[in-house]
């Protein structure tokens, strides 16, 4: 079948029948979806545990269950692989990880597939395990990549029910209360498993830092908790940033953040109370730094910011620039700290972020948001999962959550990486559907989404190089030389899930190329 | 039938299936229970509305549905009475109110009820409301009152369904998110009803204070409200401490609360890292005073204190002698502005402080805790709903939930009151049972429960002056007149549940006196 944006989707998918994508909020329903998972305790109840392995055997986590973990540490994440070493000691098979991402760090889970004590993967693939993925034939179902609210949905909906959910906490107390925010190895807010705690069977958060009781803030509450376990190392809060958090050099991206900070200044969405996101990629900071800048001269004062925190944005709530920064995930140590001590810098879970099935998400109040891709298309729709050579290498994060929250998504990208072209006649792979995009922002010129005319005409008032899309295509694609297309096999190795739980592409296995 | 301790229970009451209390802590289950109300929305929804009635529109709100409020304006709430005018302005008949508590200031509920506008009440119905069900044939089921933690765990369970809550707020955004702690009349945390707004059908925030997104703490959040409402006056905070928060002067009350403090210090609890929870009451104050000077004098730092929150503890932790607060209630506004300044003061809702069905409460880290009563029994039953004239005057608040927390849990009381003997045979109502309560500390001396020998040894070499409690019953009962006791009729006007759901004691109809 088809989906609404002509994507050809199969009626199941391993074990799970699929319902197509309808359109970015067609989905919209009221009602009661699935318990918590609840359990009574003894008063005072001694929860510490000597090991991952005797919380293993205390869990009685078994062949085929499924485990859960969060990514604060990114890729400095220590405990999915101490998990999967302990569960691999046990003997344990056919495990299904629900991780909310995995990084370059976990290249060991390949080892743990080949073994067989991994046979399934929900969650976010970012590099190795997605590329060895991408290879077919090595998961027993195709993977769902979900947005951060998304998974968020589908925990509360039943749609990823989990047995064991292991959550690393910087800082936790003998009773299960737990933060990322403190310790010895602080990584920012770990509220992105709260609703694992919630809905696991079992919940055993790993310390390396077991503080007195009460440690707070909770963003896990004792309440959730079953069994704490202490570890030497727990993450490497050096690692949180890899790779993203660096502020972009290149004259290309820095025009590109320049046109990105124009058209925001002459969108009509530029004034007091303003409120936007900036992810942590070049480009993206570059923007958020030119962006405060253009405040502060034009003496604005935004109602929010949202990121993944970082440094850049720090800086502007305490320039005083805007009043609040509403934070899920930290990007740097500067974010962490301003968590600690500023109270301007609020903490949010991924529920009150972007959980489709709530009465409202923090990414709806967004007046503008800069967000990247691998690719886009002439349909406006955005790649960010696989690239052109059609290999998995990324999660969805909050990309659709925030493309369909914001009044204006701006996707901000150079038009060739490397000798490969961003802009293509058809994505890859769709994430992002064009109907929630509405700026296409290239160093060749600012292309927009023909349903908002209302945003072209303040453009062009403005004087900025407003082009067609397929214009700006046409001159790169007369540049280069045409890029070998994968050849695609049948076999599933991912389905995309919009936010609301709908499927809106799939990846298949890359057999080779033309 | 009788439950396990000794009390007569029907089998049903109203339309409920009784099942009697077992135990303290002999009903622990686990499992899933019912799951909450959501709702998906477009972006960035108006939720804000012109008034009361607009919102009663709007929720369809209509006969015989269920409405919840807070308490935690105390006697200062003006938010029941305007809700409850406007449903009887709109006509509507046979609503089953679910406050937290009502107090004397909420006396308008009886017109309300000999109007048929509001025909059940589930919640406390501390003075007028309570003297005048207790009358009988007021309501059309009995009354049930549950603890902090009971109601909760209700409202989860789904034993207590809710079509619409109507949440007060100090301060809220256009889009829901709202605290307690700011705003113009600010009362303290406004968590008690968190558990409201995310399993009722409709929500909606009542607020003096309609202030810019993203207004934060979120104790209510966004995403579970259906709509904002700006009224001009939510309370009064100067009533929110109304008739407690008062430092005693009588020289018995300060004798207690010396004795209780006596008793603290030699208890074994008391070493560092202590944790206590004290009340507003005059007794309970003082304790806290004086036990404060005791930990700095022997150089004790507690890990946390509990409340209410009163300027009494806000002192303990601004002199280092407890690190930190938990805060679910504000009794005094000097507890609202350290939870506004001071990160060590932690605000908590009732499930983290209390649900029965959860993996550990707060009240259950509690080393001890001094609490009240109306009536103590030979068998340490404790009686907080009723006076010996069997009338229905007080809610259970915390009681039980510490109770069966604190590893030492004391009842502070006066042996008299008036003319009226404390200590009886056997209470008139049964709100705790003996089997959670450790001492008894009255002017004439401390009484332990027997099963806590332990504890009695130690007082004993500390000095103490420890009586049978049946001595200091005879000793007060040959100073006094016997009191006329009640006739009840059969008519039951409420049923006491204990925090697990089970049914501890019922209260009948006062139909005279012996």
Same mark, same amino acid.
């Given at each position: 079948? &088809?989906?609404a944006?002509? %994507?050809e989707i199969p009626e199941?998918i391993g074990? %799970? +029948?699929i319902?197509?994508?309808q359109g970015?909020f067609a989905?919209?329903?009221?009602?009661? &979806?699935?318990?918590?998972?609840?359990k009574g305790?003894?008063?005072n109840?001694?929860k510490?545990? /000597?090991?991952?392995?005797a919380a293993i055997d205390?869990t009685?986590?078994?062949?085929?269950m499924?485990?859960?973990?969060?990514h604060?540490?990114r890729?400095g994440?220590?405990v999915?692989?101490?998990?999967?070493?302990?569960?691999?000691?046990?003997g344990?098979?056919?495990?299904r990880?629900?991780?909310?991402?995995?990084?370059?760090?976990?290249?060991?889970?390949i080892d743990h597939i080949k073994a067989?004590?991994v046979?399934r993967?929900?969650?976010?693939?970012n590099g190795p395990?997605?590329?060895f993925?991408?290879?077919?034939g090595k998961l027993? =179902?195709p993977t769902?990549l979900?947005?951060?609210?998304?998974?968020w949905r !589908?925990?509360?909906?039943g749609d990823?029910?989990?047995?064991?959910a292991f959550i690393?906490? /910087?800082?936790?107390? !003998?009773y299960?209360?737990?933060?990322g925010?403190k310790g010895k190895? /602080?990584?920012?807010s770990?509220?992105?498993?709260?609703?694992?705690?919630? #809905?696991a069977k079992?919940?055993?958060?790993?310390?390396s830092?077991?503080?007195p009781y009460?440690?707070h803030?909770? +963003?896990i509450?004792?309440g959730?908790v079953? #069994?704490?376990?202490?570890?030497?190392e727990i993450?490497?809060?050096?690692?949180?940033?890899?790779g993203t958090?660096?502020l972009? &050099?290149?004259?290309?991206r820095l025009?590109?953040a320049?046109?990105?900070t124009d058209?925001v200044v002459h969108?009509?969405y530029f004034?007091? +109370?303003?409120?936007f996101?900036?992810g942590?990629?070049?480009?993206s900071?570059a923007?958020?730094?030119y962006?405060?800048d253009?405040m502060?001269?034009a003496g604005?004062?935004?109602?929010?910011g949202?990121g993944g925190?970082?440094k850049?944005l720090v800086?502007l709530?305490?320039?005083g620039?805007? %009043?609040?920064?509403?934070d899920?995930q930290?990007?740097?140590?500067d !974010?962490?700290?301003?968590?600690?001590? $500023?109270?301007?810098h609020?903490?949010?879970?991924p529920g009150? #972020? !972007? $959980?489709?099935?709530?009465?409202?998400c923090a990414? #709806?109040?967004l007046?503008?948001a800069f967000?990247g891709?691998? =690719?886009?298309?002439?349909?406006?729709?955005v $790649?960010v999962?696989t690239?052109?050579?059609?290999?998995?290498?990324h999660?969805?994060?909050?990309h659709?959550?925030?493309?369909?929250g914001?009044?204006?998504t701006m996707?901000t990208?150079?038009?060739?990486?490397?000798r490969?072209?961003?802009?293509v006649?058809s994505?890859?792979t769709v994430?992002?559907?064009? +109907?929630?995009?509405?700026v296409i922002?290239t160093?060749?010129g600012?292309a927009? $989404? /023909?349903k %908002?005319?209302?945003? &072209?005409e303040?453009?062009?008032a403005?004087g900025?190089?407003i082009r =067609?899309?397929?214009?700006i295509?046409?001159?790169v694609? =007369?540049?280069i030389?045409p890029?070998r297309?994968?050849?695609f096999?049948?076999?599933?190795?991912a389905?995309?899930e919009?936010?609301?739980?709908?499927v809106i592409?799939v990846?298949r296995?890359?057999?080779?190329f033309e």
């Amino acid at each position: 079948m &088809k989906n609404a944006i002509g %994507r050809e989707i199969p009626e199941r998918i391993g074990s %799970r +029948e699929i319902v197509g994508f309808q359109g970015a909020f067609a989905t919209l329903r009221e009602g009661r &979806k699935v318990p918590r998972y609840q359990k009574g305790a003894p008063q005072n109840e001694d929860k510490v545990l /000597p090991s991952i392995e005797a919380a293993i055997d205390a869990t009685g986590l078994s062949d085929g269950m499924t485990i859960s973990f969060h990514h604060s540490f990114r890729d400095g994440d220590l405990v999915i692989n101490q998990v999967l070493d302990a569960c691999a000691k046990k003997g344990l098979k056919d495990l299904r990880l629900l991780p909310t991402a995995l990084f370059p760090a976990h290249a060991g889970v390949i080892d743990h597939i080949k073994a067989g004590v991994v046979s399934r993967i929900d969650g976010s693939m970012n590099g190795p395990v997605g590329a060895f993925v991408s290879q077919g034939g090595k998961l027993s =179902e195709p993977t769902v990549l979900r947005s951060h609210g998304g998974r968020w949905r !589908a925990v509360e909906a039943g749609d990823a029910e989990i047995d064991v959910a292991f959550i690393s906490a /910087p800082q936790a107390d !003998a009773y299960g209360n737990a933060t990322g925010i403190k310790g010895k190895t /602080p990584c920012g807010s770990i509220s992105f498993v709260a609703v694992d705690a919630q #809905y696991a069977k079992k919940t055993v958060v790993v310390t390396s830092d077991l503080a007195p009781y009460p440690v707070h803030p909770m +963003e896990i509450q004792q309440g959730w908790v079953d #069994y704490v376990v202490v570890v030497d190392e727990i993450g490497d809060p050096e690692n949180i940033a890899s790779g993203t958090l660096r502020l972009t &050099k290149s004259p290309t991206r820095l025009l590109i953040a320049r046109l990105t900070t124009d058209a925001v200044v002459h969108s009509g969405y530029f004034v007091d +109370e303003f409120s936007f996101q900036g992810g942590a990629g070049g480009i993206s900071l570059a923007a958020t730094k030119y962006l405060g800048d253009e405040m502060e001269k034009a003496g604005i004062v935004g109602s929010f910011g949202m990121g993944g925190g970082t440094k850049m944005l720090v800086g502007l709530l305490q320039r005083g620039l805007i %009043r609040t920064i509403l934070d899920g995930q930290a990007f740097d140590l500067d !974010a962490v700290r301003s968590l600690r001590e $500023n109270p301007a810098h609020v903490m949010i879970d991924p529920g009150l #972020y !972007a $959980n489709y099935d709530s009465r409202g998400c923090a990414t #709806y109040k967004l007046d503008t948001a800069f967000l990247g891709a691998t =690719e886009v298309d002439l349909d406006f729709n955005v $790649n960010v999962n696989t690239h052109s050579d059609g290999v998995l290498l990324h999660g969805i994060g909050g990309h659709q959550d925030v493309a369909a929250g914001a009044s204006m998504t701006m996707i901000t990208i150079p038009t060739l990486r490397g000798r490969i072209p961003v802009i293509v006649n058809s994505v890859t792979t769709v994430t992002t559907p064009g +109907e929630v995009v509405d700026v296409i922002v290239t160093e060749r010129g600012l292309a927009v $989404n /023909p349903k %908002r005319g209302d945003l &072209k005409e303040r453009f062009l008032a403005a004087g900025l190089p407003i082009r =067609e899309l397929a214009d700006i295509k046409a001159e790169v694609d =007369e540049m280069i030389q045409p890029v070998r297309k994968p050849v695609f096999g049948d076999e599933i190795i991912a389905a995309i899930e919009w936010r609301d739980g709908t499927v809106i592409d799939v990846v298949r296995k890359v057999e080779g190329f033309e």
